[in-house]
């Protein structure tokens, strides 16, 4: 059975910052392209950071510079350390793993980004 659990969301001013985890089972972790997305309110869920199997990363450009996503195949984890945080990254974020047609989620860490 394929689990994908977050955590590390919480509340934090603009301009703090946050660290996600989310921790893999049931997959062979390393072979898997590991995700960030993103579902603000009212907005569809759109993709916010990926790293792949070799660990090449990528970015939404609207987080580029201020987000850094990394993986631990050892841990099985991946994070996503959120830095400079702004009213508009309030969303939860979801955690996937994409490896040709197989596609798992997490359920989800809510991030509140507020004064």
């Known amino acids: 059975q394929v689990q994908l659990v977050e955590s590390g969301g919480g509340l934090v001013q603009p301009g703090g910052s946050l660290r996600l985890s989310c921790v893999a089972s049931?997959?062979?972790?390393?072979?898997?392209?590991m995700n960030w997305y993103r579902q603000a309110p009212g907005k569809q869920r759109e993709w916010a950071a990926a790293v792949t199997s070799g660990g090449s990363t990528n970015y939404v450009d609207s987080v580029k510079g201020r987000f850094t996503i990394s993986r631990d195949n050892a841990k099985r984890t991946i994070y996503l350390q959120m830095n400079s945080l702004k009213p508009e990254d309030t969303a939860v974020y979801y955690c996937?793993?994409?490896?040709?047609?197989?596609?798992?989620w997490g359920q989800g860490t809510q991030v509140t980004v507020s004064s």
């Open positions: 049931g997959i062979i972790f390393p072979y898997y392209t």
């Open positions: 996937n793993a994409e490896r040709s047609r197989q596609n798992y």
